[in-house]
């Protein structure tokens, strides 16, 4: 999946002993803590549902916005099983077979992402993000799609409308997250095509949509497009670069989500060999990748010895001791667990460290804290259902293994 290393040195990684949580240390960053009260973050645990149903590789698990029940998870290959929250031996309902238009030969590939329209009881649509074979005339590629529910909760692949494609030259590095911000319009985020160390230049470039986030919007046509450009978006009208980017600078955010209560996009952008980085994102922001890799200068990129006006720096960061792929998570806005209220949660896919962190306006609050480790799982996505409980999915053991799904839980 979202791994900066190869499978076969992924698998090196799980080789080795692990580090203990007395050498899990907290990034450093020029932030100072807040009140020792406003700064606590709870420890979590996993709680196991739907014992019953078979998955594979799920990449995601999302919420249908008309339902209180109804959550979706993308496996990998291209499907797309529906699960009920009220009943625990539920074993899953496929509800769409993806798997033709979807390649997913390598481990980065697949069905990556799908998002509900924030008006889904109306619209009946889905919107999914997955990467193509070459074929014909057509590139590799990731392609932003919209389908069509049926009343009866199924989707028929015959309804696959392309809204955008973007060329790529590796199997690596493709995004991607695709959701809907408050605003209503759509973001999605690719990757910077791949290899290693962005050999293109795409991270720095506004002139592809490689390497950043796009923020389109699909409920209006333009340009004998199947989508409209917002009028604010910040490269409207600038030369060499593309509209529909809303910011760049980014390697590979795997996975992004809005904080429900103050509309921030937080998104955990994947590392190269030295860092992983969790971002706030803003319009128009550069958020530094190549020249830097979180708080630090790259090797071999002239201009890029310390942050500069042109940079943002991530809100937290942590070292490839601790982690090699990070999974970008949720603001925890639920009722039910009050001590995690505000808490930021993610994880790393190949370690299976799971760490809080709490934020405002952009600033870090409270260093980042290790609530939960679980060896051997590998956290592909986080999940939210419409009250704000939160989920996780993945693989253990290994990233071959039966796919999982947990509810977090509070544990103090
Ligand atoms: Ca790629
Ligand atoms: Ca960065």
Not at 18 to 36: D, E, V
Not at 151 to 162: L, R
Not at 232 to 256: I, S, T
Not at 289 to 303: I, K, L, S
Request: aromatic share 10%; net charge negative; glycine share 10%.
């Amino acid at each position: 999946m979202v791994i900066a290393a190869a499978t076969s040195v992924l698998l090196s990684l799980f080789l080795q002993s692990p580090p203990s949580a007395s050498q899990t240390s907290a990034p450093q960053t020029p932030s100072t803590a807040a009140p020792a009260e406003a700064a606590k973050i709870p420890q979590i645990r996993l709680q196991r549902l739907w014992t019953k149903a078979k998955l594979t590789r799920p990449v995601q698990v999302v919420a249908r916005p008309d339902s209180p029940n109804l959550l979706y998870a993308v496996e990998q290959a291209g499907r797309v099983v529906e699960l009920d929250l009220s009943n625990a031996e539920h074993e899953g309902r496929l509800v769409l077979d993806l798997t033709g238009p979807v390649h997913d030969k390598f481990n980065e590939q697949g069905l990556l992402s799908l998002a509900f329209h924030p008006r889904f009881a109306e619209t009946r649509q889905v919107f999914v993000w997955y990467t193509a074979r070459k074929s014909g005339k057509d590139p590799a590629r990731e392609v932003l799609a919209r389908l069509t529910m049926a009343a009866d909760g199924t989707i028929d692949p015959a309804t696959h409308e392309v809204l955008l494609t973007v060329e790529d030259p590796e199997w690596n590095h493709n995004g991607g997250t695709v959701l809907f911000g408050p605003d209503g319009m759509m973001y999605v985020s690719s990757g910077d095509g791949g290899s290693g160390n962005d050999p293109w230049g795409n991270g720095q470039n506004t002139n592809t949509l490689l390497g950043c986030i796009m923020r389109i919007d699909v409920d209006r046509t333009a340009d004998g497009k199947l989508y409209a450009i917002p009028s604010d978006n910040p490269f409207v009208g600038k030369p060499a670069a593309k509209p529909e980017m809303y910011a760049y600078g980014l390697r590979n955010v795997w996975r992004m989500s809005f904080d429900r209560k103050t509309g921030e996009l937080y998104a955990g952008d994947v590392g190269q060999n030295a860092f992983e980085e969790i971002d706030i994102i803003v319009k128009g922001g550069n958020y530094g990748w190549r020249p830097r890799e979180g708080f630090h200068a790259t090797n071999g990129v002239p201009d890029a010895s310390e942050a500069s006006e042109r940079f943002i720096e991530p809100i937290a960061e942590y070292p490839h001791n601790d982690g090699v792929s990070v999974t970008g998570g949720f603001v925890y806005r639920g009722s039910e667990y009050p001590s995690l209220a505000g808490v930021y949660l993610y994880a790393d896919y190949a370690f299976g460290t799971f760490w809080g962190l709490r934020a405002e306006g952009g600033v870090l609050k409270s260093q980042p804290k290790v609530v939960m480790t679980k060896r051997g799982f590998c956290p592909a996505s986080f999940g939210e259902a419409n009250d704000g409980t939160l989920f996780v999915c993945g693989t253990s053991p290994g990233a071959d293994g039966p796919g999982m799904i947990f509810k977090i839980v509070a544990a103090d």
